[in-house]
């Protein structure tokens, strides 16, 4: 409970959420009534103070990732009884070979993918990009050492497991665990864009899957849902202010817009940031 306040009294102090003298928040599209009106309700319920200085659009995104991350690295740890593990949590930056999720054992192989296709650009016309993928926020656990494994008993030698991902004796690196895509808004494409990267996290992946979440800031049940609905790329979405929103849209008279978000809060497709550590756990 703590961290996540902490997390929204971040996001106001960073300028990421704000409101406008004109009572716009930042996080709203002034195009639309709706999304003005839930985005207002929820900075007021958070506390967010008028005329407070907007950052552009890319800054707000860059420091949206990385008050996520911040947010995970305050609460994931501490879920150790839960989940062991010696894991980092970062915000990713960058791009080309040594960037991304190449990095890690799952798409270790996308290193050499890459070298072959700048060697021979005609691979390009077959390969596409799909494989070249820079997440906003990971999660990765380092493999764990023969010592550590045999602490209970003798269970491992260099007889037996010798492919095992999670032997440091056979592979040193950081076995990727959790794909975050952070969108403070959802607007264009910007939706498609997560799906096609889970899509591509999915396609390309040697071993085991990573979880594979987005969090928004997008205050329109709407534009949520064309992200939310549906299974098979995305775990779930995770909202900055869950609670906040639904008494937003409460508040403004519920209907239909209070029955499609309940649908994705009972369909397990939409979830509050407070719920995202929990779930890593898994």
């Known amino acids: 409970m703590s961290e ?26 002034s195009g639309s009534k709706a999304s003005k009106a839930y985005a207002l309700h929820i ?9 407070v200085r907007r950052l552009a659009g890319q ?3 860059g420091q949206f990732e990385q008050l996520c991350a911040d ?4 609460t994931f740890p501490r879920l150790e009884h839960l ?6 949590i970062r915000k990713i930056g960058g791009r080309g070979p040594g960037a991304g999720v190449a990095q890690y054992e ?10 072959a296709v700048e060697e021979n650009p005609s691979l390009r016309t077959v390969l596409g990009n799909g494989y070249a993928i820079a997440p906003d926020v990971v999660v990765s656990r380092a493999p764990v050492a023969d010592d550590e494994i045999n602490t209970p008993a003798l269970l491992v030698d260099g007889s037996v497991a010798t492919r095992a991902s999670l032997r440091a004796a056979v592979q040193p690196q950081e076995i990727l665990h959790a794909v975050i895509s952070c969108k403070w808004t959802l607007r264009s494409d910007r939706a498609q864009n997560a799906r096609s990267e889970a899509l591509n996290l999915i396609r390309n992946r040697k071993g085991r899957l990573p979880h594979i979440a987005v969090v928004t800031g ?29 008494d937003a849209v409460q508040a403004d008279g519920g209907g239909d817009t209070a029955e499609l978000l309940d649908t994705m809060i009972q369909g397990n497709r939409l979830k509050d940031i407070a719920d995202l550590p929990l779930d890593l756990a898994v």
């Open 83 to 88: 989940r062991p593990g010696n894991w980092t």
């Open 71 to 74: 947010f995970l690295s305050a």
């Open 4 to 29: 996540r306040r902490r997390f929204h009294t971040a996001l106001l102090a960073s300028g990421v959420l704000t409101v406008s003298d004109n009572g716009v928040a930042s996080n709203a599209d």
């Open 218 to 246: 997008e205050p329109t049940p709407a534009r949520i849902s064309s992200l939310a609905l549906g299974t098979g790329d995305l775990d779930c979405v995770y909202h900055f202010a869950l609670p906040e929103l639904i």
């Open 106 to 115: 799952q798409y270790r192989h996308l290193v050499e993918l890459t070298r």
């Open 43 to 51: 900075a007021k319920m958070l506390n967010s103070e008028t005329g």
């Open 59 to 61: 800054t707000s995104g």
